[in-house]
């Protein structure tokens, strides 16, 4: 069914390869951009109204998708962009739509002197993707400056939320699969721009010296824990370039795990589920997944 009362975009049957970092992935039913805010309410009630599940995507770059899809509409807010910079006594409250990619964050604020989100630069993703699982790396997270956010719940009703209210933890947080992110506020402090940018040119360079970048790749796979890099443990347990189909632990950096070409959601899946079971047999640590698995039980 063609869904109706949508200004924005709609896709139908859509091959979630095509969306995700990884390049893996079924078809789900409905992909929808919705234009603004009244726009996405009207997209919650359509697919409530349809008993579809929804589910919140950015830029894919966290998830892996089952081959065969799932029966889901999916929301994906890069329409919804917009940066609001208000000058305070010590730097901006910087207002941001959760469709805005972060590396536009955080180079909109640089340009202006405005320090706390620099060592964030170069992760993929949007606002909204990285304040769900509170992106991090070099020591610092997305929630660090966050005074608030804006979110639509599966009723289609706004509410705001505090920080303090968001649970937040190591790459987590309790903003669950139905609560929409519109938009999030972030307090930041004047700095120095040279300074600024030395850190984001540092913390880019790194990721291109460690990270394989040049493969399709869903990031991080795992969580630190167990009291170290969670790397050295893949490591310790020999898996570094292991494979399962076309997807390989990267020779380059252990945690990440690459699409040699053509490699499918099972693939990974198996993969990953290899990796926790070699790692526990050899170190005792239990690994958790940091990437999102979506479509591999019986719900969205």
Known sequence: MEPQGIRGRVLTNVPMKRYTSMKVGGAVPYLFYPED???LGAAIAWLTGMRLPFRLLGNGTNVIVADRGFAAGLIRMSRMRRLRIETTETGALVTAAAGLPLKSLIRSCAARGLTGQELLFGIPGTVGGAL?????SFGAAISDCLVSLRYMDEKGEARKLMKDELGFAYRSSTISDRQCVIEA?????????????????YVWQERLRKHPMERPSAGSVFKNGGGGPCWSYIDRAGLRGACVGAACVSDKHPNFIVNMGGA???????LIETVKKRVHDATGVVLEEEVELWGFDDGA
């Open 37 to 39: 805010e009244a726009d």
């Open 132 to 136: 769900k699982m509170n992106a991090g």
């Open 185 to 201: 506020a972030f307090e930041l402090k004047q700095g120095d721009r040279g300074r600024i940018r030395a850190d984001m040119d």
């Open 264 to 270: 499918t959601g099972a693939d990974v899946v198996r």
